[in-house]
C-alpha cells in the first residue's frame, strides 16, 4: 500500500483539475472518475491484482492504526488552525478541516501522527491545508477514516488516507 498516494475500497472521483502525486487504486471496487482533467502522476490501478494486493495491506495498515490506544482528550469537529505533535489522535464521529492544521514533528523525521477518524474527514474548499512543520514527514502521517473522505478545493494535504470506502478530491487539491 505505501507505492499509493490514494487507495480507496469502492471509488475515487476528482471534480477537476487536481494532481495526485503517486499510485491511484481502487479494491475490491473499481471506479476511478474524473481522470482527466486530473492529473495522476503514477499509474492507475482499479480492481486489478496489484489494487488487490494493496488492498489487502491497506487492511493490515487501516486495523493497525485503528487498533492504537487513543490518550485524548478526543479531536475537536474542526481541527483547522491547531498545532498537533506527534501521537494518536481520535474523534468518535467526523473531522474537518477548515484553515491550516499544523503538524510539528519537533524535530523528528521518524515522527508518526495517527488520525482514527469514526466517520467522515471533510476539509473545506479554498482555504484548507495541512502544514508540516519540524521535520514532520507526509509518509509519517496516516488519516484512518471509517467512512468516506473529501478534500475540498484548492486543499493542500499531507499524509495518507486509510478510508473504508471511498475518497473524493475536488477541482485543484493536492
Do not use: E, K, M
Not at 471534480?15 to 481522470?35: M, R
Amino acid at each position: 500500500a505505501g507505492n499509493f498516494a490514494v487507495l480507496a475500497g469502492s471509488t475515487v472521483t476528482s471534480t477537476g483539475f487536481t494532481v495526485v502525486n503517486g499510485n491511484l487504486g481502487v479494491s475490491p471496487g473499481s471506479a476511478v472518475t474524473g481522470f482527466g482533467p486530473g492529473i495522476v502522476l503514477g499509474a492507475i490501478h482499479a480492481g486489478d491484482a496489484v489494487a488487490a494486493t494493496a488492498q489487502n495491506d491497506l487492511t493490515a495498515a487501516y486495523v493497525s492504526a485503528a487498533g492504537r490506544p487513543c490518550p485524548g482528550p478526543p479531536l475537536p469537529g474542526n481541527i483547522g488552525g491547531t498545532v498537533i505533535s506527534p501521537g494518536v489522535y481520535c474523534a468518535a464521529s467526523s473531522v474537518g478541516i477548515t484553515g491550516t492544521v499544523t503538524l510539528n514533528g519537533n524535530g523528528n523525521p521518524n515522527s508518526v501522527f495517527i488520525f482514527q477518524i469514526g466517520t467522515t474527514l471533510t476539509t473545506a474548499a479554498g482555504n484548507s491545508a495541512v502544514n508540516l512543520i519540524g521535520g514532520a514527514q507526509a509518509s509519517n502521517v496516516f488519516w484512518q477514516v471509517g467512512s468516506s473522505a473529501t478534500l475540498g478545493t484548492n486543499t493542500i494535504f499531507n499524509g495518507t488516507i486509510l478510508a473504508q470506502s471511498s475518497i473524493t478530491i475536488t477541482t485543484g487539491a493536492v
